[in-house]
């Protein structure tokens, strides 16, 4: 970081600097957080907690024929409630709860819900981006963050639909917490990496002064080592997520098995929940007793005097943190190439979010897939996203693709998932009855599809990006394209949830995604990186050239504060 905007130069020592070597009982440490919190992010956010919100709120909904009937009514009632609609009309049987004056759909209250949760996940991010990297805060961050996701997964053993709306307040604050907790964890890696014994052998000095004479050699150790445990701890938090996904459908299946219909629909949904919880307080504990606090540099500020309050200092570093964060956007408006493809992915991420959310619900609400399929297909998806991360870097190389193409390619193969879902409007189609995603099991193989070619896209988009940057400000900006992810992931999933609502549908949401999809193609296949990366250069002798000339002025005045002290003191 740069001296200028009141931080240490991170090559430098500070005074409660932790130099030990990195065990190998830490990285597993930072193994066990992963695999603890993942569970979370793959059986909640991405399978349960969707259908879990939708189910509450039905069970306190009533249709929309007559506003007063409740959505979960004795068996005529819920035998007239699964009649098929006519396409295109609104569906009579409708399921609405009224919300702060308005009517709204189970569905769409789900994705409005998410939508809220990722915004408050996005403003989280930068807000503690500064409390992670600087001061002693970051161990204490992770596992208050972890304590507190952990606990909001728990909690909704005790949601029931009367308040269905303190379910909609616990995810907004688990998401938050989940995706906080890994932009701390992730601030471990590159200490991780800085201390391991393979690159720490020697004093800092030393190896201070190889890393000048042989930077690229000395940048890429630790880039592999962190590269390594990054991928390592990846894989097992997936492993993991599987894992209790089965355990899930285990209990799915007991208590369908114990009580049959005689408990409420979304009592095996809260097991699970509470499973997750644990599951993710479990696992942290080897993270607390194994991972080292690794305190970062001081953030030194003029407000960060001694005897300045916790408040003061609290704001100072989201201050820090929020100005940081426009300084990177203001470098990053004079590249090119780089607003090209940032505006490419802010849609990209926006359609993965929105085609995740709406698969789910379409798979509950309209195909009439049950927990178990709904655990399934979230198991589909996380294998395919294995074998996707694995086997598309190889066929690229194989056709000779770039990064960019890559990316259009994989976009192409994803439009497949809306325009499939859009067939169903096709009378010859429907005449069918099957093809136009009219069956339960066709979403399964677009879900095969999806997560090979999203866990692609994510790597690729990634590398992509980091040509276009420019060198010493990786962090920074590698933290912009985070947010611009997280920023843009809360509006799509809005939007379809007022398109379900004006519909009484979420078939006419494929409409959206199919051009939400379609418009980062164009960005993509025109951003030149060859063109960007000269961009980056040119910027990064810049702002070098710009912290030097800051330096010398700030050596010019020191030498006149202490030549004025000299003066004084004679």
């Keep these: 970081m740069d001296d200028d905007h009141g931080t240490f130069n991170l090559t430098q020592s500070w005074s409660d600097e932790d130099r030990t070597p990195t065990s190998t009982r830490e990285v597993h440490g ?25 189910q509450l709120a039905r069970e306190k909904g009533v249709l929309y024929s007559d506003h007063t009937t409740p959505c979960v009514a004795p068996a005529a009632s819920a035998a007239r409630m699964l009649a098929r609609a006519t396409e295109g009309a609104r569906d009579p049987d409708q399921c609405l709860i009224h919300l702060f004056g308005i009517d709204v759909t189970t569905a769409s209250f789900a994705m409005y819900t998410f939508s809220v949760a990722v915004l408050c996940q996005a403003l989280t991010l930068v807000s503690v981006s500064a409390f992670a990297d600087y001061g002693g805060n970051r161990k ?16 909704f053993m005790f949601v029931v639909p009367a308040i269905y709306l303190v379910g909609a307040l616990l995810v907004i604050i688990g998401v938050t917490c989940l995706g906080s907790s890994f932009v701390v964890l992730n601030s471990f890696l590159p200490l991780l990496a800085a ?7 020697m004093s800092k000095e030393d190896r201070l002064s190889s890393e000048e004479s042989l930077p690229a050699q000395s940048n890429t150790s630790e880039l592999q080592i962190s590269t390594s445990i990054s991928s390592n701890a990846v894989g097992l938090g997936y492993a993991a997520a599987v894992f209790v996904q089965i355990l899930g459908i285990g209990i799915l299946t007991i208590t369908k098995k114990l009580f049959g219909d005689s408990i409420s629909s979304t009592l095996p949904l809260r097991l699970i929940l509470l499973l997750a919880g644990l599951w993710w307080l479990a ?18 500020d003029s407000q960060l005097s001694q005897g300045s309050s916790k408040l003061m200092t609290a704001i100072t570093y989201v201050r820090f943190a929020w100005t940081s964060l426009w300084r990177t956007v203001k470098i990053a408006a004079q590249l090119k190439q780089m607003v090209i493809f940032l505006g490419a992915w802010f849609l990209l991420s926006d359609a993965q979010a929105s085609v995740s959310g709406t698969a789910v619900l379409f798979a509950r609400t ?16 996380m294998v395919s996203g294995v074998l996707g991360a694995w086997l598309i870097p190889i066929f690229s190389r194989r056709m000779h693709w770039t ?39 066709e979403i399964y193989p677009l879900g095969f599809i999806f997560g090979i070619v999203m866990a692609g896209l994510s790597s690729f988009c990634r590398s992509c990006f980091g040509q276009l940057i420019p060198a010493g400000s990786e962090a920074a900006f590698f933290a912009l394209f985070a947010i611009t992810d997280k920023g843009s992931s809360a509006i799509g999933p809005a939007v379809v949830g007022k398109i379900v609502d004006m ?55 020191q030498g006149e504060e202490a030549e004025g002290l000299m003066r004084a003191a004679e």
């Design 140 to 155: 204490r961050l992770l596992l208050g963050f972890g304590t507190t996701g952990a606990i909001m997964s728990m909690s």
């Design 30 to 54: 930072f193994y066990s957080y992963s695999m603890a919190a993942e569970v979370f992010a793959v059986v909640g956010v991405g399978a349960f907690l969707p259908v879990t919100l939708e």
């Design 195 to 201: 201390n391991h014994p393979s690159v720490n052998g």
């Design 366 to 381: 309209e195909l009439k897939i049950g927990t178990i399929g709904i655990a399934l297909l979230s198991i589909t998806v």
């Design 403 to 441: 990064s960019t193409q890559t990316i259009v390619a994989g976009l192409v193969l994803t439009e497949l998932v809306p325009l499939y879902g859009l067939m169903g409007y096709l009378p010859f189609v429907r005449s069918w009855g099957v093809g136009g995603l009219q069956q339960w099991w």
């Design 503 to 557: 519909t009484g549908h979420i078939r006419p949401a494929f409409w959206f995604i199919a051009v939400l999809i379609a418009l980062p193609m164009p960005l993509i296949w025109y951003t030149d990186v060859n063109a960007g990366q000269q961009d980056a250069r040119r910027m990064a002798a810049r702002l070098k050239e710009q912290k030097g000339v800051s330096m010398q002025l700030r050596t010019v005045e």
């Design 283 to 300: 696992l942290m504990v080897p993270a607390a007793l194994w991972l080292r606090k690794r305190p970062g540099p001081p953030l030194q």
